[in-house]
């Protein structure tokens, strides 16, 4: 059984950081790209951050030069390095992968950055 878990959020001022962790279990790690998504209230979830079994690594326009994703197959850990947070950063981040098209997802992890 395929299980992501998410950790590393928090409150934060803006102009800070934080770095999150995904955890993934039942799961050949390595072969799968994975994926942050964040979503906050009233709207849809959206993409952030995908980076594959090779490290290829692909951001958003609203993340990218502030967020870095990475990852550890040894630890089967993915990775998201937030720096100079803002307000609009803030919502739940969710952890992704999708394995045969079946997407999974953690539960999130709530960043709160306030101004």
């Known amino acids: ?19 999150l ?5 039942g799961v050949w ?8 998504y964040r979503q906050s209230p009233g709207t849809e979830r959206e993409f952030v951050a995908s980076i594959t079994g090779r490290n290829e ?11 870095t994703i990475s990852r550890d197959n040894a ?3 993915v990775y998201l390095q937030m720096n100079n947070l803002k307000p609009e950063d803030t919502g739940v981040y969710y952890c992704n992968t999708e394995i045969g098209s079946r997407p999974y997802w953690g539960k999130g992890t709530l960043v709160t950055v306030s101004s």
């Open 75 to 77: 630890e089967n850990t």
């Open 1 to 19: 059984q395929v299980q992501l878990e998410e950790s590393g959020g928090g409150l934060v001022q803006a102009g800070g950081s934080l770095s």
């Open 29 to 36: 790690f390595s072969w799968y790209t994975m994926r942050w």
């Open 57 to 67: 690594r692909s951001y958003s326009e609203s993340v990218k030069s502030r967020f």
């Open 21 to 25: 962790s995904c955890t993934a279990s």
